[in-house]
């Protein structure tokens, strides 16, 4: 039985006959939050509305007393008013917050009881339906405690450990037209400061997903993937400049050295290799 706070289960999982009912509260990483519910009515707990969507249904979930991650596989079907293919595509959903838990569908707000917690996994698309995994809270543990040494930093450009202010590096453009991979914007922007960057597309079916630059020449940008789907042109888009982690750029284009997060001068393991008179 699920147990509630203090080991115990609510006085409405101790009944005879449970009215219960699965609920799933999903948060994306561009903030879109939605509920969805085993039950054949919609629900309404903390607020936030569940949806009921009887195709959704957990797998076995599997846990223990040690800190091992929870498993369990979610299956849906895809749905153009919760869950649609167009977003699986693009993997607006990779990654999100997922808080799993049971309620009396009778009374949804009275004691509901928190089942897994975690965040999903690569979500997978077949057809009409989806697979996705949950990643248990404790699958953050397994990050190094301790960075490795590298040449090249290991922070991300304005991040807390560069400090460097993004604000003056970050540019709104238009892009006019698409070739591939390869995007024509209507104005250059600073020769030298593009690759490595960011491009996020403001409009269309593409707005809030975003695409590495790998490279630039003047008003063209080579970027890393094309989103899904290709927005009507001409198109908003914000451009945040890049690093490539070296030393040198670093000093010399940021003036920022002092918080290089590298060791440019560490010997590499190609001096193990090396021999007298080599």
């Not at 009215?19 to 085993?38: E, F, K």
């Not at 090249?152 to 991979?181: K, M």
């Not at 630059?213 to 888009?237: G, I, K, N, Q, S």
Request: charged letters at 25%; one cysteine or more.
């Amino acid at each position: 039985m699920v147990s509630g706070p203090g080991g115990s289960a609510p006085g409405w999982l101790r009944e005879e006959l449970v009215t219960l009912a699965w609920c799933w509260r999903l948060s994306r990483r561009d903030g879109v939050v939605i509920g969805l519910t085993s039950h054949d009515h919609d629900l309404i707990v903390g607020g936030v509305p569940y949806r009921a969507a009887p195709g959704m249904k957990p797998s076995a979930l599997e846990t223990n007393d040690s800190l091992d991650a929870a498993t369990m596989d979610l299956e849906g079907a895809v749905t153009s008013d919760a869950i649609a293919a167009a977003d699986l595509d693009a993997g607006r959903w990779d990654g999100a917050e997922l808080e799993l838990f049971v309620a009396d569908w009778t009374a949804p707000e009275v004691a509901p009881v928190t089942v897994a917690r975690g965040s999903l996994g690569a979500v997978e698309r077949r057809g009409a339906a989806f697979t996705a995994e949950l990643q248990g809270v404790t699958r953050r543990l397994d990050a190094p405690v301790c960075p490795a040494t590298s040449p090249s930093c290991r922070a991300r450009l304005g991040d807390r450990a560069c400090r460097v202010d993004l604000a003056p590096r970050t540019h709104v453009r238009r892009v006019v037209a698409v070739e591939g991979r390869r995007v024509m914007l209507d104005m250059p922007v600073a020769a030298g400061t593009m690759a490595f960057g960011e491009l996020l597309w403001m409009e269309g079916r593409a707005c809030g997903l975003a695409s590495p630059v790998v490279a630039e020449d003047a008003e063209e940008l080579m970027l890393a993937e094309m989103p899904p789907f290709v927005p009507a042109l001409p198109v908003r888009v914000r451009l945040v400049e890049g690093c490539d982690r070296r030393l040198a750029t670093c000093r010399d284009r940021f003036a920022n050295a002092v918080n290089f997060r590298g060791e440019a001068h560490l010997p590499g393991n190609d001096l193990l290799t090396r021999y007298p008179g080599g």
